[in-house]
């Protein structure tokens, strides 16, 4: 098949951060792929794109110029001519549908929101039927997919987005007398909530028996200057890393991971974490409470500043038990997320995709 990926952004993290890994599955079930990005923004997914062999075609344009998006990705399916149109997010799915409907093209639409905006979910859940078959990258994803847009269960498939590897390499353990190094990767965005870490910081400093430690948050993004001044103001042990190219590499320095956000989907950065032998401190948001457990980490509510600090409170106490936190965490990732099956249901996902395109043929 001749697959035509359609994303909303080329903008570092989110839902573009996979698609190296989905395509090639693609790929290597011997389909041919090419990615369609309805706007630019950052642009820091496309270098990872390219290294991955993807062809990636961006429109110069804004977030809301909606018109000229839809004519603008007729256009190139007109040129491109796929077997079917590939969406992920609801704006690429919404015109992504409209250009299915007028190219007589089937579109498979990913879900990667455990909570759609009101009128997202008014307009997915009004076209739902042009979407032949609806992917989940989670669990959670796929309970308000079904509740929200009121998919049947025959029309929706669960595919984990995250592909645990094996060779991710492992954080260094902490050693005595060593400051404690607690991290967290993502675009600086009032969702992902580090104004609450920051809070939470600034009330550790004052509790007693804590080792020293410091705060690396890496990524870029509009809540860089709101999130600087805080960290002047209150003279915290925290420093913006920015745009981070390698995760890996900056997961591997850490020895504590916290992921404070109001509400995600699946959150691979936390699971990327988990992956890289890290307990994980997170929020009750989306698909980690059903993957993180007192064993591998903490669970803490979304905004609650005081649950968040003695969260840390507790496991800074015990830095020489974060390691062995860590390697719980990796097991289950690997266990549940591992390659292998990640691999196995994309191509059984793929298998009924073809299906679905010889159907309309």
Request: glycine fraction near 8%.
């Amino acid at each position: 098949m001749k697959i035509a990926y359609v994303i909303n952004s080329v903008e570092g993290g989110g839902a573009a951060s996979p698609v190296p890994a989905i395509t090639q599955v693609m790929r290597e079930a011997g389909h041919h792929v090419e990615v369609f990005a309805l706007t630019r923004r950052d642009g820091l997914a496309i270098e990872p794109m390219h290294k991955a062999g993807l062809s990636v075609h961006i429109r110069p344009g804004t977030r809301k110029d909606h018109g000229p998006a839809l004519y603008w990705l007729n256009r190139q399916m007109r040129t491109y001519q796929p077997d079917v149109i590939w969406t992920s997010l609801s704006r690429a799915t919404l015109l992504g549908q409209i250009v299915g409907q007028w190219r007589h093209v089937p579109v498979i639409s990913w879900q990667h929101s455990a909570r759609l905006k009101p009128f997202n979910a008014f307009m997915l859940r009004r076209f739902r039927d042009k979407t032949a078959l609806w992917v989940a990258d989670s669990s959670c994803v796929a309970e308000q997919t079904r509740q929200t847009l009121g998919i049947s269960p025959e029309h929706l498939v669960l595919w984990p987005i995250f592909r645990a590897d094996a060779s991710f390499p492992i954080a260094t353990p902490w050693q005595p007398g060593t400051i404690v190094r607690i991290g967290a990767l993502g675009r600086l965005h009032p969702v992902k909530g580090y104004d609450i870490l920051c809070a939470a910081i600034a009330r550790l400093q004052s509790l007693p028996d804590l080792p020293p430690f410091e705060v690396l948050i890496a990524g870029e993004g509009e809540e860089r200057p709101k999130l600087e001044k805080l960290i002047a103001r209150g003279n915290l042990p925290v420093r913006i890393m920015g745009h981070v190219k390698n995760p890996a590499g900056f997961l591997s320095q850490l020895h504590l991971y916290v992921q404070p956000s109001l509400w995600e989907g699946f959150c691979l950065a936390a699971h990327e974490a988990m992956l890289a032998g890290l307990p994980v401190i997170a929020s009750r948001a989306g698909e980690m409470p059903a993957t993180i457990t007192p064993q591998t980490g903490r669970i803490v509510p979304p905004q609650d500043v005081e649950a968040l600090t003695s969260a840390l409170y507790e496991l800074l106490r015990q830095p020489d038990q974060l390691a062995l936190m860590g390697q719980r965490a990796r097991s289950t990732v690997l266990d549940r997320f591992g390659a292998a099956r990640f691999d196995q249901t994309g191509r059984t996902i793929l298998a009924r995709v073809e299906q679905i395109v010889r159907a309309r043929r």
